[in-house]
């Protein structure tokens, strides 16, 4: 028995014909609108989702907050590694009798804080702006009740020192204000 040869498979060529194209987009799910009034070009951002809808709206004066922040942890940083004394003398209004290696490590510290702030200054994603907050946040309440408590143990209340306490308790609602702004979900119209 001979066996004839098959006759040549016609291709269609999908590229070319529109009507097969989109019958093709229609039974994938791809091309048409979803609940949320977004076009997928393709089934990989219909199943990854549009990065669009990640996006952060951010509350007024967000950055410039970070930026503040970013920059005042710095400089009072490099003022606590380069001149340890003289912040201490500042803000207790008496000279610093032990050695200044704690005032060097809380410059560290906040040297650390301060680049954070600058990491969050540059990005993007809710999650990092929102943790940078938090940091800075727990800075200001734990230095608030350092400082407190130091200004009780030692029973004097300097007027810098008084100003240092209200500063970071403003700093601290502002930035809480802010947290909460981020974390809150946007309301749907």
Not at 7 to 29: A, C, F, N, V, Y
Not at 73 to 100: C, G, H, I, R
Request: with cysteine; glycine share 6%.
């Amino acid at each position: 028995m001979v066996s004839k040869p098959h006759p040549p498979l016609m291709k269609k060529h999908s590229q070319t014909d529109l009507i097969s194209r989109l019958k093709s987009r229609k039974i994938l799910g791809v091309g048409g609108e979803d609940d949320d009034g977004e076009v997928h070009r393709s089934k990989i951002s219909q199943m990854l989702g549009n990065e669009m809808k990640f996006a952060v709206r951010e509350p007024i004066g967000l950055r410039v907050w970070i930026l503040v922040s970013a920059v005042g942890f710095t400089v009072m940083a490099l003022m606590a590694l380069v001149f340890p004394n003289q912040l201490y003398e500042v803000v207790f209004e008496e000279e610093l009798s032990s050695t200044s290696i704690s005032i060097r490590l809380y410059g560290g510290a906040l040297l650390s804080l301060a680049l954070i702030m600058w990491n969050g200054l540059y990005t993007a994603e809710k999650i990092i702006i929102q943790w940078t907050l938090l940091s800075e946040a727990c800075y200001f309440a734990v230095q608030f009740l350092v400082t407190s408590i130091t200004l009780i143990e030692i029973g004097i209340l300097p007027n810098a020192a008084v100003l240092l306490l209200l500063s970071r308790v403003l700093f601290l609602s502002v930035t809480m204000a802010y947290y909460y702004h981020l974390g809150r979900r946007p309301k749907k119209i």
